[in-house]
C-alpha cells in the first residue's frame, strides 16, 4: 500500500484523484446520455412493443422535417413565445436595471428581492394562478376588462391569441426579475467616471445610457439573450400546465404546442423515443443557429 501511495505522490497524481468524482460523474450522468440520444435518433426505437429497435438512418429526421405537421406548428409557436416571452424581456429588464440602480433610488434591496421572486416561484403554482386569473367566466381580468367593454368576454384559454397571450405574461412576469438582477451587475461594473465624463460634456440623461450604458453591456446583453434562446427553445412547463397536459396538445389549434412539449409528447406519450431524440437534436441546432446570431450581431454591435 506504501509503495502505491508512493507513486502516486511521485508522478503527481493527487489532483487527479481529488477531481476524478467530477469526470465520472460527468461522464455517467452527462456525456453517456447525450451520446445514447445521437445513438437513439437513428433508430425507429418504441418504448412499448415487442420488436427490436430498427436502423433507420436519418428516417426520424426526415419524417419529422418533411411528414410531421406537428413539428413545424410546434417549432413556430415556439419562435412566437420566445420573441414575444423571452426576448422582450431585455427591453423591460434594461430599464428597471437602470433606475434600480440609480443613486436617487431608495430601498433598492426591496425592488431587487420583489421583482426576482417570481423566478423562484413554483412554475406549476404560477401557471395556475394565471390560469384562474384569465378564465373565461370567472377571471379578474375579463371582470376588469368588463368596465370598458361591452360585456363581452374574451376566451383566452380557448382562442389561440390568447393561449399565446397568457403564456407570453407568465414568461415575462416570472423571469424578467431574473435578466433584471443580471443587468445590475453589470450596470455597477461600469466605471463612473465615465459619467462624469459625460456630465461634464453636458450629456443628457438618454445620451449617456445610448453612448455608454448600453455599449458597456453589450457582453451582458449578449449572455442575457443567449440564455434566454436557450430557455425560451425549452419552453414545456408552462403551455403543458395551461393547456392539460399531453390529451389537449397545446389547446385550440396546438397554438400552446412547443418544440420542446411536442418533444415530450412523442418520446413518452407516443412512445417513439427514435423520433423524440431526433426532435432534440434538430432543436438542439436551431439554438446553435439563433445563438451564432446572437453572437454576429453583438460583434457587429460591438465594433
Given at each position: ?180 438582477v443580471i443587468y445590475l451587475a453589470g450596470l455597477q461594473a461600469i466605471p463612473n467616471e465615465l459619467y462624469e465624463a459625460a456630465d461634464i460634456d453636458g450629456a443628457s440623461s438618454l445620451r449617456k445610457h445610448l453612448s455608454i ?55 413518452f406519450k407516443a412512445y417513439r423515443l427514435g423520433k423524440g431524440s431526433a426532435i432534440a437534436w434538430l432543436i438542439f441546432l436551431v439554438i446553435i443557429v439563433l445563438n451564432g446570431v446572437n453572437r454576429y450581431v453583438t460583434k457587429?454591435?460591438?465594433?
Amino acid at each position: 500500500m506504501q509503495t502505491i501511495v508512493k507513486k502516486f505522490r511521485n508522478q503527481g497524481w493527487y489532483p487527479y484523484l481529488f477531481v476524478s468524482p467530477f469526470f465520472i460523474l460527468f461522464l455517467v450522468f452527462g456525456l453517456y446520455p447525450i451520446l445514447y440520444s445521437i445513438t437513439t435518433s437513428f433508430f425507429d426505437w418504441r418504448l412499448i412493443g415487442t420488436g427490436t429497435p430498427r436502423f433507420i438512418g436519418l428516417g426520424n429526421y426526415a419524417n419529422v422535417l418533411n411528414q410531421d405537421p406537428f413539428f413545424w406548428k410546434a417549432m413556430r409557436n415556439t419562435v412566437i413565445l420566445l420573441v414575444t416571452g423571452s426576448l422582450l424581456q431585455h427591453f423591460i429588464a434594461i430599464p428597471l436595471a437602470i433606475m434600480i440602480n440609480s443613486k436617487a433610488v431608495k430601498g433598492k434591496e426591496f425592488f431587487k428581492t420583489s421583482f426576482f421572486l417570481p423566478y423562484i416561484t413554483s412554475t406549476v403554482s404560477v401557471v395556475i394562478i394565471f390560469g384562474v386569473l384569465f378564465d373565461t367566466n370567472y377571471g379578474l381580468v375579463n371582470w376588469l376588462l368588463g368596465f370598458v367593454s361591452d360585456g363581452a368576454k374574451i376566451r383566452w384559454l380557448q382562442e389561440s391569441f390568447g393561449i399565446k397571450f397568457v403564456l407570453s405574461v407568465v414568461l415575462n412576469w416570472k423571469y424578467i426579475g431574473w435578466n433584471m438582477v443580471i443587468y445590475l451587475a453589470g450596470l455597477q461594473a461600469i466605471p463612473n467616471e465615465l459619467y462624469e465624463a459625460a456630465d461634464i460634456d453636458g450629456a443628457s440623461s438618454l445620451r449617456k445610457h445610448l453612448s455608454i450604458t448600453i455599449p458597456q453591456l453589450l457582453p451582458i446583453i449578449f449572455f442575457g439573450v443567449a440564455l434566454s434562446i436557450i430557455g425560451g427553445m425549452q419552453i414545456f412547463e408552462e403551455p403543458f400546465i395551461l393547456t392539460g397536459g399531453y390529451e389537449n396538445l397545446g389547446g385550440h389549434q396546438n397554438s400552446g404546442l412547443t418544440a420542446a412539449y411536442y418533444l415530450m409528447f412523442t418520446a413518452f406519450k407516443a412512445y417513439r423515443l427514435g423520433k423524440g431524440s431526433a426532435i432534440a437534436w434538430l432543436i438542439f441546432l436551431v439554438i446553435i443557429v439563433l445563438n451564432g446570431v446572437n453572437r454576429y450581431v453583438t460583434k457587429k454591435l460591438e465594433g
